[in-house]
């Protein structure tokens, strides 16, 4: 590791540092670091890895964690700096995510007011609890910010695909914070959309529900169902590269009449169960955490019915007297090709054609 920046202007208070953090260059490789001292005692250094992910350095000999949480974010290893000094750290890697640089900022504030100077183990056992907290609430938003994201890019796809008549009932049928087996639902045909930052489609299954046909809103039969699974990788912010959420709206936005996207706010605000803490567009779309650009890096489109892919179905489990089905969760490794070019339909165009197709909805005349 190349130590290329040994900066420091106290107070190390929060609003400095995530300020700083947010200036913060990704490194050019994994042996190089451009390293933000906290301190003047270099006790504390925070970097970006090049991925992009922050990073909290201690310098020092191993710290032993106990929480889990914890656990699974330290390592420790020897690096060399810029000058030749050798650096034995603990490092915390944070997720590769654009809030988690505020969490950054807020777990270095806090090791160095709980005493990291001068006692470097004490001041690490005592911010422990808060460092598990931080990053499980932090990954929890993470989480609903990236199913958001990825919800609101298959409906635009749709939207624009589609007859601009029938842009208020593609979104009408997206089912945003309320619970369904479907996060849309284009009249007879299901869709379940999983997004993820990872480079395969590997996804959370909440139950067999979601991957076993069942019956539209109005009742009928479903006719189809797929799930969409799109990747994505967040950008570095001010890069000009990808589409952000609040464009994401914007575009929503001008594709419907003024009631239907006033509903479709409350939705976006409601998502994720709780809206003093969801995303307001009118207040939060200036703010740097929503503005951190996306691109997407594949777009996959599953045939869940049939032998494909062999999903658990609800009737997997009619024998079975003391299982409920509906709470049954697993995980699934999707392979990128199941059966020539038909299963999965690849690249969002043709995914929304085939959606539409399915559905009878129709596709916009060019």
Same mark, same amino acid.
């Given at each position: 590791?190349?130590d290329?920046s040994?900066?420091f202007?106290?107070?190390?208070s929060?609003?400095w540092?995530r300020?700083?953090?947010?200036? !913060?260059?990704r490194?050019r490789?994994a042996? =190089?670091?451009?390293?933000?001292w906290?301190?003047?005692?270099?006790?504390l250094a925070?970097?970006?890895?090049?991925?992009?992910a922050?990073?909290?350095f201690?310098?020092g000999p191993?710290l032993?964690p106990?929480?889990? +949480?914890? =656990?699974?974010?330290l390592?420790?290893?020897?690096w060399?700096?810029?000058?030749?000094e050798?650096?034995?750290?603990s490092?915390?890697?944070?997720p &590769?995510?654009p809030?988690?640089?505020?969490v950054a900022a807020?777990l270095?504030?806090?090791l160095l007011? $709980?005493?990291?100077v001068d006692?470097?183990e004490g001041?690490?056992r005592a911010?422990?609890?808060?460092?598990?907290l931080?990053?499980s609430r932090?990954?929890i938003?993470?989480q609903? #910010?990236l199913?958001?994201?990825?919800?609101?890019?298959?409906l635009l796809?749709l939207v624009r695909?589609?007859? =601009?008549a029938?842009?208020?009932e593609?979104?009408?049928?997206w089912?945003g914070?309320?619970r369904s087996n479907?996060?849309l +639902?284009?009249?007879?045909?299901g869709?379940?959309?999983?997004?993820t930052?990872?480079a395969?489609s590997h996804?959370h299954?909440?139950s067999p !529900?979601?991957?076993?046909?069942g019956h539209?809103?109005?009742? +009928?039969?479903?006719t189809?169902?797929y799930l969409?699974?799109?990747?994505?990788r967040? +950008?570095?912010?001010?890069s000009g590269a990808?589409?952000?959420?609040?464009?994401?709206?914007e575009?929503?936005?001008?594709?419907l009449?003024?009631?239907?996207g006033?509903? #479709?706010l409350? $939705?976006i605000k409601q998502?994720?169960?709780?809206?003093?803490?969801g995303?307001d567009?009118?207040?939060?779309?200036?703010?740097s955490r929503?503005?951190?650009?996306?691109?997407?890096?594949?777009?996959r489109?599953? &045939?869940?019915?049939?032998?494909?892919l062999?999903?658990?179905?609800?009737s997997?489990f009619d024998?079975? =007297?003391?299982?409920d089905?509906?709470?049954?969760?697993?995980?699934?490794n999707l392979?990128?090709?199941?059966?020539?070019?038909?299963n999965?339909v690849v690249? #969002?165009?043709?995914?929304?054609?085939?959606? #539409?197709a399915?559905?009878a909805?129709?596709?916009?005349q060019?």
């Open positions: 590791m190349s290329t040994a900066e202007a106290p107070p190390a929060f609003e540092l300020d700083e953090i947010a200036d !913060l260059e490194s490789d042996a =190089s670091r451009e390293l933000l906290a301190d003047e005692g270099h006790r925070v970097s970006r890895d090049p991925r992009g922050v990073e909290l201690l310098p191993p032993e106990v929480l889990p +949480q914890v =656990s699974a974010k390592d420790h290893d020897a060399t700096t810029k000058g030749g050798p650096l034995a750290a490092r915390i890697v944070l &590769d995510a809030h988690f640089d505020a807020f270095a504030a806090e007011e $709980r005493g990291l006692d470097r001041a690490f911010t422990e609890p808060i460092i598990a931080a990053i932090a990954e938003q993470n609903v #910010l199913g958001l994201v990825g919800e609101l890019v298959a796809a695909a589609a007859p =601009s029938a842009a208020a593609i979104v009408g049928g089912a914070s309320f479907r996060d +639902q284009v009249r007879t045909v869709v379940e959309v999983k997004t930052t990872g395969a996804h299954i909440q !529900l979601q991957v076993t046909l539209a809103r109005d009742g +009928q039969p479903e189809a169902l969409l699974s799109l990747g994505i967040w +950008q570095p912010s001010g990808g589409m952000t959420l609040p464009e994401l709206v575009d929503l936005l001008a594709r009449p003024s009631e239907d006033e509903d #479709l409350a $939705r998502y994720g169960g709780d809206a003093a803490t995303y567009h009118a207040r939060d779309r200036l703010r929503y503005r951190h650009p996306f691109r997407l890096t594949f777009e489109l599953y &045939d869940v019915v049939g032998d494909d062999r999903l658990p179905q609800v997997d024998s079975m =007297s003391a299982v089905a509906a709470t049954v969760s697993f995980e699934v392979p990128p090709q199941v059966r020539g070019d038909r999965p690249g #969002l165009p043709d995914i929304s054609r085939t959606v #539409l399915e559905s909805v129709g596709v916009r060019a």
